[in-house]
């Protein structure tokens, strides 16, 4: 895993495998806090009930990839936003 990025592992299905040490940075968490769940603890409730959020997850799945600038909630809330790029 890239040491000098934030970056963060994901299974198909959205379930957070592994961070680097500057993601955990970033967003304020331990690695114990996040593996294991799924991506929409950085997203605002509003986004992770949307449809748009479940056809993300649905084109990720068929191998599209996505970039861009988004906002995510760091621990405690805190709201972030990230250039970012999702590739399967």
Known sequence: ???????????????????????????????????????????????VSSPEYSQFWQRLARGESFSGKYLRLAKGNRSVWLEASYIP
Request: glycine share 6%; hydrophobic share 35%; proline share 11%.
């Open 1 to 47: 895993m890239c040491q000098n990025k934030p970056v963060i592992e994901f299974s198909p299905e959205g379930v957070i495998n592994k961070a680097s040490p500057l993601f955990l940075s970033t967003m304020g968490y331990r690695a114990d806090e996040i593996i294991g769940h799924h991506h929409r603890i950085f997203c605002p409730p509003s986004l």
